[in-house]
């Protein structure tokens, strides 16, 4: 039972470059959370996916974008990596928006 | 203001003692709250929910008082493992989480 699977576990980017963050939950939950954590500043909700086909910002949206490709998946993508966007990046999932989310084991961005 | 909000620490406390975490919220619409723990460089885990007055798991006692607004976390004969991050977060529209509060428990 993997849960909330996040893939990569780790990336190194040059600045400029673009990437995909990739998750996916075998939970059959309709929402789903991409947050960043940086020190010293707890959880930030970047997007959100409430339901299959929704999407909508968290607190800071600038520089990602985000697809729900089906319930399952929820893709965060840098279009143009910023070294601001170096952080640690967890997707987490819940059976609605206030119940307890289930997070993924994190993605540590570095980007140069 | 942020949403939810927390004392970030850090608690360092003996093993054994009783320590109690606060976290307030501003939103009088939150119908849910919860605990996460976090360790180190791992990703946050539920600790607890509260549904309504409160919730006791073991050594864990979480509080919601509804008219000032905050939730409480009581951990008590702390264990050296108990050291951790923790986590508070409210539901309004989505779950908000604050910053995390410290927690070292010394031997």
């Known amino acids: 039972n993997a849960g909330v699977t996040q893939t990569p576990k780790f990336q190194v980017l040059k600045t400029g470059q673009s990437m995909t963050l990739q998750c996916a939950q075998d939970m059959n939950h309709n929402s789903m959370y991409w947050y960043r954590q940086d020190p010293g500043m707890g959880l930030r909700l970047i997007y959100y996916s409430a339901s299959e086909g929704t999407t909508d910002k968290g607190e800071v949206p600038n520089g990602y974008n985000v697809s729900r490709l089906n319930k399952r998946e929820f893709s965060l993508r840098l279009e143009s990596a910023a070294p601001s966007q170096t952080s640690v990046y967890f997707c987490a999932s819940s059976e609605n928006g206030h119940q307890p989310q289930h997070f993924g084991d994190g993605t540590r961005l570095s980007i140069l | 203001r942020k949403e939810v909000e927390q004392d970030p620490g850090p608690f360092n406390v003996p093993e054994g003692a009783t320590v109690a975490f606060n976290c307030t919220y501003s939103n009088s619409a939150s119908q849910s709250f919860f605990w996460y723990r976090q360790d180190c460089r791992k990703e946050p885990k539920l600790l607890m929910s509260v549904y309504s007055s409160g919730n006791e798991d073991g050594r864990f006692t979480a509080q919601l008082n509804r008219a000032s607004q905050y939730i409480s976390l009581l951990i008590r004969d702390s264990k050296l493992s108990d050291s951790a991050t923790y986590l508070c977060?409210?539901?309004?529209?989505?779950?908000?989480f604050g910053s995390g509060t410290q927690l070292t428990v010394l031997p």
């Open positions: 977060s409210g539901s309004a529209r989505q779950l908000t």
